[in-house]
């Protein structure tokens, strides 16, 4: 079997396990294709977790899992006829009429991009990181249950980050195991397709938050269009800020982008029942991709469940659910290679060398030459703010000060990270920091995106009464319930 | 004015940001790339070939870390089918890098086993022409 084709069935086996499950979370829009195989790899890294933890093989819990997925997400989704009601009673043009074209128009735009960003791929690059840690997990998942916890134990694989999570390695490893094509060359595509995939995902927040608000007549159609034409630069900005990590089997883009896009859908558009479980499924791929992804997920968490309890008593106790019940849940592989007894993790090599404070100086010395970005965010964001911080309310997108929160909290772990962690921090820094840095400046052009979206969207009038509409829902409002 | 021109800043900025990204793509998949990739590979499957003549896969193996660059080098040309670990008593071999720009070697370096009886023997089965290291990957 073809790379290309051994990858175009991977995925699809991946898409399987994760439409039903998209489709109960987000509905039947075209961002749904784009999850579909994220999901998916959520169901992987499951299935690699049970497969470490318990025994069994891969695939066998693979299949397992997606069937529970799939048969939870029915359950959630209710027979056929509560779907028509559901959809008959959700909001004007969700789903039907031009925002659907949109939504379409806008998945053909960010797909096309991610397709132009995956030219790299002509190049046949295998990344360090990629031999030494994606494609040998890769190799453990797919081996099995005594093979993957040997190696999680051995203290002879530091350089191998075993208790990384799962989501990556358990991927790779399925997509060997369904196409039977164990060529790292199929991994290293697998996990471009993955991080297309999050990119896309975290882009198409741009499209949602066009539709946010409805302008009138030709401008909402100028809006629109502004979306789509966002959504599409993202991708690529997306693509020029992971340079080569995109395509040589790297997964730091991966959880980066999947962490945006939950600030995009978890404190950005406006509190909808769809968006927050958007926010948790890339979460989820955040949190099981990488220690730093973990980290992330979590603050992104926090900062979702204070948005979500600043509308009453019972929006509280929802926020205050969702925030133990998404910490509890990216805490859980972490706890569990704990108790499987994994050796400790060597982030980098050699003695650790100056104190906390200084180490900190120099990872955030290192960290500003690939944040050029937050200069032209700071500077849209507080003119923004100054000019359109109306519009912006009236088209019920979350305040910037959530996503400026998010990206503060992300870059923060990082800069703690060197500061407290061993190894001689210049060396460390040198090896990692243009990678470590992905999250801060995606956001940073995210929050470029979301100004321009606003900007565009508030060229014409409001509809008056579907402003006030989006505008119990903003910031802590009303939690619509849709299908 | 003032809302435009936000506007319009954040669309050119965004705009150089995609064209960056273009730009980025398209050398990323031009013929240096290409060929460095292919580079890349041949030399790591070389150096797996003369392992694998050394060790069968699935027995215990240590790395030398008597030169850093050739420990890293040699566990990603290892680690995914040999068992890895500190302790030479329970390994078959102690693997190394030896540099060598004679025929049968992997740009510029062998694969060298020491087993435990004292034999020391040369990893065969593959080369690669020309100088080494291939050239080196972005981290």
């Not at chain 1, 898409?15 to 489709?23: D, S, V």
């Not at chain 1, 529970?68 to 959700?90: D, I, K, N, Q, Y």
């Not at chain 1, 090599?349 to 120099?362: N, P, T």
Request: net charge positive.
């Amino acid at each position: 079997m073809s790379t290309p084709l051994a990858a175009t069935a991977a995925t699809a086996a991946l898409a399987a396990a994760g439409l039903l499950p998209t489709l109960a979370v987000v509905g039947a829009r075209p961002v749904a294709v784009l999850m579909a195989p994220l999901a998916g790899a959520v169901v992987a890294a499951a299935a690699g977790a049970c497969s470490l933890g318990f025994g069994g093989g891969l695939v066998a819990w693979f299949c397992g899992l997606a069937a529970v997925a799939a048969a939870g997400a029915a359950a959630a989704v209710g027979p056929p006829g509560r779907r028509r009601r559901r959809r008959s009673s959700a909001t004007p043009g969700d789903g039907g009429g031009r925002p659907s074209v949109v939504r379409a128009a806008g998945l053909l735009v960010v797909v096309g991009a991610a397709a132009v960003g995956l030219v790299a791929l002509r190049a046949p690059s295998t990344g360090f990181d990629a031999r030494t840690i994606w494609l040998l997990h890769g190799v453990w998942f797919a081996d099995g249950h005594s093979v993957a916890l040997a190696a999680l134990r051995n203290p002879a694989l530091t350089f191998a980050h075993a208790s990384y999570p799962p989501l990556v390695g358990a991927s790779v490893g399925l997509s060997w195991l369904v196409t039977g094509e164990h060529s790292y060359r199929l991994g290293v595509v697998v996990i471009a397709v993955l991080n297309a995939c999050a990119v896309t995902s975290a882009a198409s927040v741009a499209i949602e938050a066009a539709l946010a608000g409805r302008p009138a007549g030709g401008r909402r159609r100028l809006a629109a269009a502004g979306g789509v034409v966002v959504a599409g630069a993202l991708v690529l900005a997306a693509f020029g800020v992971a340079g080569p990590f995109a395509t040589n089997g790297y997964a730091d883009l991966l959880w980066a982008s999947a962490a945006v896009g939950a600030v995009g859908y978890g404190l950005v558009l406006p509190l909808e029942r769809r968006h927050v479980a958007a926010a948790c499924l890339l979460l989820a791929v955040a949190g099981l991709t990488k220690d730093e992804g973990i980290a992330t997920a979590m603050a992104i968490v926090l900062l979702v469940a204070l948005r979500l309890g600043r509308g009453g008593r019972c929006r509280r106790v929802e926020g205050v659910t969702v925030g133990l019940a998404g910490v509890a849940v990216l805490g859980a592989w972490p706890v569990l290679v704990r108790l499987l007894g994994a050796a400790p993790d060597q982030a980098t090599i050699g003695r650790r060398q100056g104190s906390d404070l200084s180490r900190a100086g120099a990872a955030v010395s290192a960290m500003v030459p690939h944040l050029h970005v937050l200069l032209l965010a700071a500077g849209v964001a507080v003119v923004g703010a100054l000019v359109l911080g109306g519009p912006r309310r009236r088209l019920a997108i979350g305040n910037d000060g959530w996503a400026w929160g998010a990206l503060g909290a992300g870059a923060a772990a990082v800069v703690a990270a060197y500061a407290a962690g061993g190894g001689n921090v210049e060396f460390w820094l040198a090896t990692s920091v243009h990678r470590t840095t992905f999250f801060p400046a995606l956001a940073g052009w995210w929050i470029v995106g979301t100004w321009a979206v606003v900007a565009l969207a508030s060229a014409g009038a409001d509809a008056p009464g579907a402003a006030r509409q989006r505008l119990d829902a903003a910031d802590g409002g009303v939690l619509h319930h849709r299908a | 004015m003032v809302r435009a021109a936000v506007g319009v800043v954040a669309v050119v900025g965004l705009g150089a940001g995609a064209v960056h990204g273009a730009r980025s793509a398209a050398s990323l998949a031009g013929a240096r790339s290409v060929a460095a990739a292919n580079l890349d590979d041949r030399y790591y499957d070389c150096l797996t070939t003369q392992a694998r003549s050394l060790v069968p896969p699935g027995r215990r193996v240590v790395i030398s870390t008597a030169n850093l660059a050739n420990w890293g080098t040699l566990g990603k040309a290892v680690a995914g089918w040999a068992v890895v670990t500190r302790h030479r008593r329970r390994a078959v071999a102690v693997l190394s890098l030896a540099a060598d720009h004679g025929p049968g070697a992997c740009l510029g370096s062998v694969v060298v086993a020491r087993y435990a009886d004292g034999a020391v023997r040369r990893g065969h089965g593959a080369s690669v022409p020309g100088p080494g290291p291939p050239p080196a990957e972005p981290l």
